[in-house]
Each structure stands twice: as C-alpha cells, then as structure tokens.
C-alpha cells in the first residue's frame, strides 16, 4: 500500500532507544542522572568563572560559554525523552520537532565553533605569548563569539525552514529518541535533494572548517612546543592545552563515529544509541576533565563551596603565597606561562 502523502502532519513519534518497556524505568534513571550532572557540572563552571577575578581570562571565557551551549543542548533534548517515558508516550508535536531541530543545531553548532575559537587561544598563548592580551583583548573576544553565535543561528534557521517546506507521509516514526534533521528528511514525501545538499555542505563548510583550525592550531603549538629545549618548559606548554585537546579528541571521535556507524550499519536504533555519546555523555564529562586537569578550576570551586557551606571561614583563610618565578627563568615563555598546570599569567582586570 502507497503512504500517502500529506502536507499537514500534527505530530511524529520517537521511538526512541529501545521500545524494551523492561528497560525504560533503566533508561528514565539513567538519563535524569546524567542530565541533572550535566547541568549541576556546567554551571558550577559558569560561576566559578563569573565569581572568581582569577579566572577572568579568555580561556575561561569561552568555556563558560561553552558550559552554556551544553547546558541548552542537553536541556533541548532529555527533558522531552524523560516526559516521554514517564508518560509512555512517544509522540512529539511537529512544532516541537521543529524546534527541537532549530535548538539542537544551533547549541551543537555552536559548542563546534567555540572549540575552533579555544584552540586559537590556545594557539596565540603558546606561539606568541608575549602578544596575548593584545592579540586576545576582550572586543575581540566578544566579536568571536558574536560571530560564532550568529553563524550558527544562521545555520539552524535555514534548516529548520528548509524541513517546514516539505510534505510527509503518514509514516511519522522517527528511530531516535530526539527529531534528528536527517532521520526526518528521510521521512518527507517530497523532492528532499535541496535539505541533502545543504547538509553535505553544512558538514564540509560548517563542522570541516573548525575542524581543520583546530588542526591548524595544534600543528603550530606542536611546532613550538618542540623548538623548547627544556623538558620543564615543554611540559608547561602542553599542559595549558591538555583540557581543551581532551574535550575536542572526546567530541570529534563520538561524533565520527557516529557517522561512520550509521553508514555502515543499516540499524537506525543502533545509531541513536550511539548518538548519546556526543549528544549527552560528552556535554556531562566536559565539566569534570576541566576540573580534573585545571588547578584554576579545581581551586575556584572548593573556595565556592567553601563560601556557600562556612561563609564564616571565608574572612579567617590565611593569604595564598606568591609563587616563585625565578623557576621559570629557563623556559621561553618567562613569566608568561604560570606554574599552575592550565592557565596563563595574564592581568586580572579584564572586563569580562
């Protein structure tokens, strides 16, 4: 029998993971705990850097906003798969599923380019240090991640208006636990090659391009880093890009593996599964690989909690002491690299 085809459609289903009903309690418990992680995880960075002067620098700059982009991309998706299974119902409104669309496209593109914009920094801080405030001043900062914004905004809006101009049929299921774009191309009844170029093209221009700065970047400070002739200074070099490089290796690997998975294997559910790992997993992990590997971070937050758990001890701490910088004096970057393990001496009236 031939779907029919239809222009009005009131609504899709999700199906989700797994339609195992035995494991939907797992998968409710699951979930609600990563998502309440990930929110908790983020946002304590957001203010440990808006609260803390020590941490008012590029670096943490961007990873605050980064922390909000993964905050509003896990916050675009898992609380509509948690309602679902707690109602047992799959269904999702077309509105919803547009704008599901439109969110997850623009918070994913945006995390994309935000780490393009990180490994810059990393980049202008190892390679021309002693040009970082000037080259990293705060405008241009802001005009980064103005532009970061504004492209993926862009790319989202076009997407979702591209699939508001196409006919479904009355086949509406969705093997995904989120309206994934390609999953609901593949659904529409009309002529679908204009939303599949757009999509080639996005992926080469739009994830390439990042993707291929970020290389860029870290081809220079590899280059750099190996022109340093003490072991010392090579190791505070690499260590103030370890975090960063950490969270692109665990973002850009999900992700491609993702698409080589969906490629070869045919099993949609199989690749909703594995979309949960750049999706969900890699937003919750970002939090604590820049807790674990940043003393910054890692200091800022036990003063945080400190203050919010003894506000009384907060007044009786003993001042910290000044480091010793005659240590650096061998390294190519004196009195630029700090001897803390991720961050930049850099001043701290930055106007963040």
Not at 32 to 47: D, E, H, K, P, Q
Not at 129 to 144: A, K, S, T
Not at 262 to 267: L, P, R, W
Request: proline residues 5%; contains cysteine.
């Amino acid at each position: 029998m031939e779907a029919e085809n239809t222009s009005h459609v009131s609504k899709f289903l999700l199906l989700g993971i797994s339609e195992d009903p035995t494991l939907q309690p797992l998968f409710f418990g699951l979930f609600l705990s990563m998502y309440l992680v990930t929110v908790l995880g983020n946002l304590l960075i957001i203010v440990a850097t808006v609260s803390d002067s020590h941490l008012h620098m590029p670096m943490y700059f961007f990873l605050s906003n980064l922390s909000f982009a993964d905050i509003c991309l896990t916050s675009t998706t898992i609380p509509k798969m948690l309602v679902n299974i707690q109602t047992q119902s799959k269904a999702i409104s077309y509105a919803g599923c547009i704008t599901q669309i439109y969110f997850f496209m623009l918070f994913g593109g945006l995390d994309n380019f935000l780490l393009a914009v990180m490994a810059y920094d990393r980049y202008v801080a190892i390679c021309h240090p002693l040009h970082y405030m000037v080259i990293m001043n705060p405008r241009f900062c802001m005009l980064m991640l103005l532009v970061s914004s504004i492209v993926s905004t862009l790319h989202s809006l076009l997407h979702s208006l591209m699939v508001l101009q196409l006919s479904f049929c009355t086949e509406l299921e969705i093997p995904h636990f989120i309206c994934e774009l390609n999953q609901v191309v593949l659904l529409a009844c009309s002529d679908t090659f204009p939303n599949v170029m757009v999509m080639y093209f996005s992926v080469v221009f739009l994830a390439g391009g990042p993707l291929a700065g970020i290389l860029y970047s870290y081809s220079k400070i590899v280059s750099s880093v190996r022109a340093i002739s003490s072991a010392q200074g090579k190791y505070k070099a690499f260590s103030t890009c370890a975090s960063h490089l950490s969270v692109v290796s665990l973002f850009y690997s999900t992700l491609l593996g993702v698409y080589l998975s969906s490629s070869i294997t045919q099993n949609s559910q199989s690749t909703a599964r594995a979309s949960v790992m750049y999706s969900v997993v890699t937003p919750m992990l970002n939090p604590f690989i820049y807790s674990l590997r940043n003393k910054d971070i890692t200091g800022s937050d036990s003063l945080f909690s400190t203050s919010l758990l003894c506000p009384n001890l907060i007044g009786k701490l003993p001042a910290l002491p000044t480091p010793n910088m005659s240590s650096l004096s061998g390294s190519c970057f004196p009195n630029v690299l700090s001897p803390r393990s991720d961050s930049l001496e850099v001043p701290r009236s930055l106007p963040w």
